[in-house]
């Protein structure tokens, strides 16, 4: 078992920066693969960014690539969440999730934090 709480959500006008972290406590972080996704109002989860458990080989939504860069710290148990040159597209509640294994589908996680708000103005 893990648990995730996120942090750092906010309100920020377009083209503006948020960083996001999430910690975990519970069984160690290290062993497993970390996601970001994220949820709009009236629409589905969205898959945002993910990284291995060794922390290589991170890959993003087309969306967000060269926007945002997700990073782990596995000494530290957190795994955060850069967000840079935000759009009005990009407000919504952002979840940390684990899993076995990397995968842009939110089926394949197994844990799931309760969410932080992001909102960007235009």
């Known amino acids: 078992q893990v648990h995730l709480v996120e942090s750092g959500g906010g309100f920020v006008q377009a083209g503006g920066s948020l960083s996001l972290s999430c910690a975990a406590s519970?069984?160690?972080?290290?062993?497993?693969?970390m996601g970001w996704f994220r949820q709009a109002p009236g629409k589905d989860r969205e898959f945002v960014a993910a990284?291995?458990?060794?922390?290589?080989?991170?890959y993003y939504a087309g969306s967000v690539k060269g926007r945002f860069t997700i990073s782990r710290d596995n000494a530290n148990n957190t795994i955060d969440l850069q967000m840079n040159s935000l759009k009005p597209e990009d407000t919504a509640v952002y979840y940390c999730?684990?899993?076995?294994?990397?995968?842009?589908?939110?089926?394949?996680?197994?844990?799931w934090g309760q969410g932080t708000q992001v909102t960007v103005s235009s």
């Open positions: 519970g069984r160690t972080v290290s062993t497993y693969a």
């Open positions: 990284i291995a458990k060794n922390g290589r080989n991170p």
């Open positions: 999730t684990a899993g076995g294994y990397c995968h842009s589908e939110y089926e394949k996680y197994d844990y």
